[in-house]
């Protein structure tokens, strides 16, 4: 499922430090506005600490995790919704996301200018808020003569107008789409940047990250999407150094893990993603789908003909596939079950597919 999310911000804001991180990747990283042009697109492996366990079991000649991808795109500023900076082009590129990772500055460094004179991470996220929520003005403004039009013959274009009404009254009020809880099934076809799922990036340095009076405050400005706070250039420190190293950093620091896992977990679960596994001698894998798919859904993943051709599904639950030790001690304890094309799958399922060629 080749899902993404799009990396937005103002200027300077570390987006594209966070990407390096993120995919390891040499991407510009330059103090001034507009360093990145054209969106770089990154694939990350979502941490998954399950699938180390299943290939040291089943002895996998390679372990294969799940993926999201990540765009790296260029810094919105004031007056983006207008075309200005290039506006026009950034915003296109948000719409081909399916979600917003919005980055948001709070570290102070007076060598890193800030585009709008001083750091106020609550006014940078209302200046994004603010553009986009313009831009999805105008598409709902453009939109509706057309389908009123349209609602003459076609009544089920009503439902449309009404939810796209609904939005309008929301936007008006400062609020994105999102942040109001909004069904979005009958908005799909507008193609509105609000109504994308959102999460927030603050990209803190050390003693920020130490203040939970302040973590606290800048989580409640985004509520109810996720924050997650991080350092960014830390985080390109981390992904350089051998693990020991890295794991003696984090411990000073006092985080569990890098802030670049817990990013790519969030963003997953942003997208309203899980995985299955899979396992054996040649490979140990996460497979992406969709919360709520079926078992025929999510054998089409593996290839459309186990789709197409799907009788059953071996699944055990991880927890009980690993406390048993192998697939047989499962199953002789009645903890592998036989599911068919009903079956919902749960995160963490361990299946076999049954099919016909």
């Known amino acids: 499922m080749a899902l993404t999310i799009?990396?937005?911000?103002?200027?300077?804001?570390?987006?594209?430090?966070?990407?390096?991180?993120?995919?390891?990747?040499?991407?510009l990283a330059a103090n001034y506005p507009f360093a990145t042009i054209e969106p770089n697109v990154g694939v990350v492996g979502v941490p998954d600490p399950r699938l180390g366990v299943l290939s040291d079991l089943f002895s996998s000649e390679r372990t294969v995790p799940a993926t999201?991808?990540?765009?790296?795109?260029?810094?919105?500023?004031?007056?983006?919704s207008q075309g200005e900076g290039m506006g026009n082009a950034f915003l296109s590129h948000i719409r081909e996301a399916d979600a917003i990772c919005q980055v948001t500055r709070v570290f102070v460094d007076p060598d890193v200018t800030h585009v709008e004179g001083k750091v106020e991470p609550d006014n940078d996220i209302s200046t994004i808020d603010t553009e986009l929520i313009l831009a999805d003005l105008q598409t709902i403004e453009r939109a509706l003569p057309r389908l009123e039009k349209e609602a003459r013959t076609n009544k089920d274009k009503l439902a449309v107008i009404a939810a796209a009404k609904e939005a309008q009254e929301v936007l008006d009020s400062g609020r994105t789409v999102f942040a109001a809880g909004l069904d979005r099934e009958p908005l799909r076809e507008l193609f509105l940047l609000t109504a994308k799922p959102f999460l927030y990036v603050f990209n803190c340095d050390s003693d920020e990250l130490a203040d939970a009076a302040l973590l606290d405050r800048l989580r409640?400005?985004?509520?109810?999407?996720?924050?997650?706070?991080?350092?960014?250039?830390i985080e390109s420190e981390l992904v350089e150094m051998e693990p020991d190293e890295a794991r003696e950093l984090l411990a000073e620091m006092g985080m569990d893990e890098p802030g670049l896992d817990h990013?790519?977990?969030v963003a997953f679960d942003t997208l309203g993603l899980q995985t299955y596994l899979t396992a054996g001698p040649k490979e140990s894998r996460a497979w992406t789908i969709a919360k709520g798919a079926t078992a025929p859904e999510a054998a089409g993943v593996i290839h459309t003909d186990f789709q197409k051709g799907f009788i059953k599904a071996e699944i055990v639950s991880y927890d009980d596939?690993?406390?048993a030790g192998t697939v047989n001690n499962a199953r002789s304890k009645g903890q592998v079950r036989l599911e068919g094309k009903d079956y919902v799958m749960v995160d963490g399922d361990v299946v076999e597919f049954r099919f016909n060629n």
Request: hydrophobic share 60%; glycine share 10%.
């Open 220 to 233: 409640a400005i985004v509520a109810p999407a996720e924050a997650i706070f991080l350092d960014a250039k």
């Open 68 to 80: 999201v991808s990540f765009v790296d795109i260029a810094g919105i500023v004031r007056g983006a």
């Open 6 to 27: 799009g990396i937005v911000g103002l200027p300077n804001a570390g987006k594209s430090t966070l990407f390096n991180a993120l995919t390891r990747n040499d991407v």
């Open 321 to 323: 596939l690993v406390a």
């Open 263 to 265: 990013l790519a977990r």
